[in-house]
T-cell receptor
């Protein structure tokens, strides 16, 4: 168990390009969460999965954002046609059960810069 | 009104001092209350969580919840330079709603 792993750590992309991030949760955790954090703010909820099922999506998750968790293991978050406002830290977290009850374990995040 | 209010600081205190960090919330549906610590360019790390009013202690850290006032606090005793970080309060059930974070610096 090496914790929650996110790849890449940093991504710089030009406006309009598509980007994809990967998250590998702790192996026995069935819940996986995506959050976005901008400078000086706390993390904001984007979406979460229980196993392979996506159970909730935030209104922050526009049509340009899509997340998957095939086979209930790793997850990907894709942003299409990136905009400068998408620049942020994208955090993945996992939990053994209900997130707030068991507590999340966060990864170190993927820092996205859109130029 | 924001669901969660947290003083962003920054807060600087001398080593060994007692630190008090606070958050207020407005959503009565929140069942769990937690504190995370976040070092620069790292993901948040869970420090403490609770679901009931009262105090919970873990080493130098004490979390206090007052549901009637919708107010939570984190106290750090004998503060150390390694405690210098941003502290986030979090609330929720399945998903969490976080405060903006308080940046804390412990001066040796």
């Amino acid at each position: 168990d090496t914790g929650v792993s996110q790849d890449p750590r940093h991504k710089i992309t030009k406006r309009g390009q598509n980007v994809t991030f990967r998250c590998d949760p702790i192996s026995e955790h069935n819940r996986l969460y995506w959050y976005r954090q901008t400078l000086g703010q706390g993390p904001e909820f984007l979406t979460y999965f229980q196993n392979e099922a996506q159970l909730e999506k935030s209104r922050l998750l526009s049509d340009r954002f899509s997340a998957e968790r095939p086979k209930g293991s790793f997850s990907t978050l894709e942003i299409q046609r990136t905009e400068q406002g998408d620049s942020a830290m994208y955090l993945c977290a996992s939990s053994y059960g209900q997130g707030a009850y068991y507590g999340y374990t966060f990864g170190s995040g993927t820092r996205l810069t859109v130029v | 009104q924001k669901e969660v209010e947290q003083d962003p600081g920054p807060l600087s205190v001398p080593e060994g001092a007692i630190v008090s960090l606070n958050c207020t919330y407005s959503n009565s549906a929140f069942q769990y209350f937690m504190w995370y610590r976040q070092y620069s360019r790292k993901g948040p790390e869970l420090l403490m969580y609770t679901y009931s009013s009262g105090n919970k202690e873990d080493g130098r850290f004490t979390a206090q919840v007052d549901k009637s006032s919708k107010y939570i606090s984190l106290f750090i005793r004998d503060s150390q330079p390694s405690d210098s970080a941003t502290y986030l309060c979090g609330f929720g059930n399945e998903k969490l709603t976080f405060g903006t974070g308080t940046r804390l610096t412990i001066i040796p």
